[in-house]
């Protein structure tokens, strides 16, 4: 698994990182294969639409923390390649894209809560593909 790059991050989660190493990053050999299990493990449990909430700011995103969100989709494989995944949300009438790990459901299934909570988990423990 990869090394955290920030010292500021979550405490391990040891079936989070199970979960994560069993099911999503599974015989990843590189980067490129990482960002396609992370992409078939969101696009195969995030049950589309679902409501989410802004669990932080960050300055690419207009969303503003506890602001709710309709989440369309994770957009495809090709906008990962920065390391992060994009949600196609539908945000004052419109469709935005926005961090996914900014991103917490608040309206959504147990399988949406989980998947999304695993790839903020990801992102805040520092790791990348």
Avoid at 6 to 31: F, L, M, T, W
Wanted: net charge negative; proline share 5%.
């Amino acid at each position: 698994m990869p090394t955290p790059k920030s010292s500021a991050r979550p405490p391990k989660d040891s079936e989070r990182e199970e979960r994560i190493q069993d099911e999503v990053i599974v015989d990843c050999y590189n980067e490129e294969e990482q960002a396609s299990g992370w992409f078939c493990y969101l696009e195969d449990r995030l049950a589309c639409p679902f409501t989410a909430e802004c669990s932080h700011e960050l300055p690419s995103s207009p969303l503003k923390i506890g602001e709710r969100v309709t989440v369309l989709k994770v957009l495809d494989l090709d906008h990962a390649a920065s390391g992060t995944f994009l949600a196609q949300i539908e945000w004052h009438d419109r469709n935005l894209g926005v961090s996914l790990s900014q991103l917490r459901a608040v309206d959504a299934d147990e399988a949406t809560t989980e998947a999304l909570a695993d790839w903020s988990y990801w992102v805040a423990r520092g790791y990348s593909f």
